[in-house]
């Protein structure tokens, strides 16, 4: 079974350049988690590059073995300190976890 997982978040910032670097930021944090976090199969994080106004700024999709490597990525610390970063800069957040 391969679990993935996709979230989607719009940044706080009002002004278009700030939500774009931070968005940026989010992307390449989570991209970095490559290799650190060991239940990680596959991910790839990136930020919007079309359609600003209605699309959601960033998004990650990642794949795991399952539930449990899931809830083991969740407490990470690697992945806990890019969480704390991600809550710091996001006015919302939409998730999806589906097996494939």
């Known amino acids: ?8 978040w719009t940044m706080a910032a009002g002004d278009a350049t700030t939500r774009a670097e931070h968005a940026a930021e989010v992307a390449r944090r989570l991209n970095a988690l ?3 976090v060991p239940e990680i199969r596959a991910l790839s994080a ?6 600003p106004d209605v699309n959601a700024d960033v998004v990650l999709i990642m794949d795991v073995d399952d539930l449990d490597s899931l809830e083991a990525y ?4 690697a992945h ?6 991600i809550r710091s800069v996001v006015a919302s957040r939409h998730a999806v976890d ?3």
């Open 1 to 8: 079974m391969t679990l993935r997982h996709v979230v989607m």
């Open 46 to 51: 990136g930020a919007n590059s079309e359609y």
């Open 98 to 100: 589906f097996v494939i």
């Open 74 to 77: 969740q407490v990470h610390p």
């Open 80 to 85: 806990e300190e890019v969480a704390g970063y």
């Open 34 to 36: 490559v290799g650190v």
